[in-house]
Structures are given as structure tokens and as C-alpha cells.
């Protein structure tokens, strides 16, 4: 059985279950999904000097832990020429994360990917996102219930108040600001849909998958 979609509020007119629904989007935020995303747009914003900054932070750390012994890494350059969807306050942190359990655990640590599983996990754990309810996709997402499933607004920002500090910043402060302005244009243009849930998926899956950069397997 299907559990409680983020716009499945036709049964669910009250703030706990709405609020309900909204963890279950948070269940996708930490897991995967197997929906296409919506393009980001490409719109200058604030924080775009230090995500670019944490970034190349980011690829030395890579360098310095993934670069086969005695030779140099071979995606440098790519990566910093990447742009992670990532906040600069999360991609400093996972920085920080990978360099410690690396430093500590040495040959045992596990494979970059399941680190930064680890890692992005331990970092949501330690975050809080007070002005969650004035982030863009959380604005679009209620504008949205509004507009397809006639929810008012203050319903949904109080359900998003509801939630727990790592699950507002996993759908808001854990991207950066060029990020949550694609999350939101997607939920803003997408038509109405049966099946919202999945429209919510599609919108944030491309943003999820690149909060850090990884070079190719």
C-alpha cells in the first residue's frame, strides 16, 4: 500500500496529516528515485562564489584520498569545473566528513559512494533549516497543493513547521540557492497530474543526485 503523498490531501485535510505527507517527500529525499528531472535553469544567485569555493575544496580531498598510489588524479579538472547542486555550507561539510572518516579508517573506509551516503546523513542529522517555510521549494510546493489540490497555503507552511530540523534542511538548505530555484520552477511548471507524488520526485531527483560532484565510475 501506497503510503501519504506530499499532494495527496484530498483525504488528508488536516496540518498532522498533511504534515504526514510531507515526511513521506522527506523519505525521498534520503533514498533514490527512478523519475527524469527537470533541467535546472541557469540564474546567477548570491552564493555561487562560496559554492564554487567549497567546491574545490571538495576536489582536493578527492585528490588527495581517491588518486591511485604514486600517481595523480585524473578528474581534477573536471571536478572543478563542476557545479554541485549542493549548498556551500553542505558541500564544506561532506568535505570535512570524507576527510575524517578517511583520516581515521585509512584502506578500510568504504567506497566514495556509500561515504557519502554516510556522510550526507550525518550532515542532515547535524542541520536545521529555520526559515525552511520561506525557501523557494517549499514556497512552490504549497503554491502547488494550492493550485492542483486546492490546499491552502498556511495548511502546508504549518505542516512544513512541524517538521524535524533534518528534514527541513534536506528539502531546502541542503541545496544551493541556483538549485532550489530549478526545484521550484519545476513544481511551478509542471501541469497538475494525477500522480503528485511523482511530480515532487521528478523535480528534486536531479538536484538530490548532484549535492556533491562524483567523478565517473
Known amino acids: 500500500m501506497r503510503g501519504l503523498s506530499f499532494f495527496d490531501v484530498a483525504s488528508a485535510r488536516s496540518c498532522e496529516k498533511l ?7 522527506f523519505a525521498f529525499v534520503l533514498g533514490a528515485s527512478s523519475f527524469a528531472a527537470c533541467k535546472p535553469a541557469v540564474v546567477a544567485h548570491p552564493d555561487a562564489s562560496k559554492v564554487t569555493s567549497a567546491q574545490k575544496g571538495w576536489c582536493a580531498a578527492l585528490a ?5 598510489k604514486d600517481q595523480s588524479w585524473g578528474h581534477i579538472a573536471a571536478c572543478n569545473a563542476a557545479t554541485p547542486t549542493g549548498s556551500a555550507v553542505f558541500v564544506t561539510r ?14 578500510n ?21 529555520p526559515e525552511a517555510t520561506r525557501a523557494a521549494p ?7 497543493l494550492e493550485r492542483c489540490q486546492k490546499v491552502a ?3 502546508c507552511l504549518s505542516a512544513v513547521d512541524t517538521l524535524a ?6 528539502l531546502t538548505s541542503a541545496y544551493n540557492l541556483t538549485a532550489q530555484h530549478a526545484i521550484a520552477t519545476c513544481l511551478d511548471e509542471t501541469p497538475c497530474k ?18 556533491v560532484w562524483l567523478p565517473p565510475l
Not at 588527495?64 to 591511485?68: I, V
Not at 567506497?111 to 536545521?128: H, N, Q, W
Not at 494525477?194 to 549535492?211: G, I, Q
Request: aromatic share 4%.
Open 64 to 68: 588527495r584520498f581517491e588518486a591511485p
Open 165 to 170: 530540523p533534518m528534514q527541513k534542511a534536506g
Open 19 to 25: 504534515a504526514m505527507s510531507i515526511r513521506h517527500v
Open 194 to 211: 494525477d500522480d503528485e507524488d511523482a511530480v515532487r520526485t521528478e523535480c528534486y531527483r536531479e538536484s538530490l543526485r548532484n549535492r
Open 138 to 144: 517549499v514556497r512552490a510546493s504549497c503554491a502547488r
Open 109 to 129: 573506509a568504504i567506497d566514495l559512494g556509500g561515504l557519502v551516503s554516510r556522510c550526507a546523513e550525518e550532515i542532515l542529522g547535524e542541520s536545521d533549516a
Open 94 to 107: 561532506m568535505t570535512e566528513c570524507y576527510t575524517k572518516h578517511h583520516e581515521s579508517e585509512g584502506e
Open 153 to 155: 497555503p498556511e495548511m
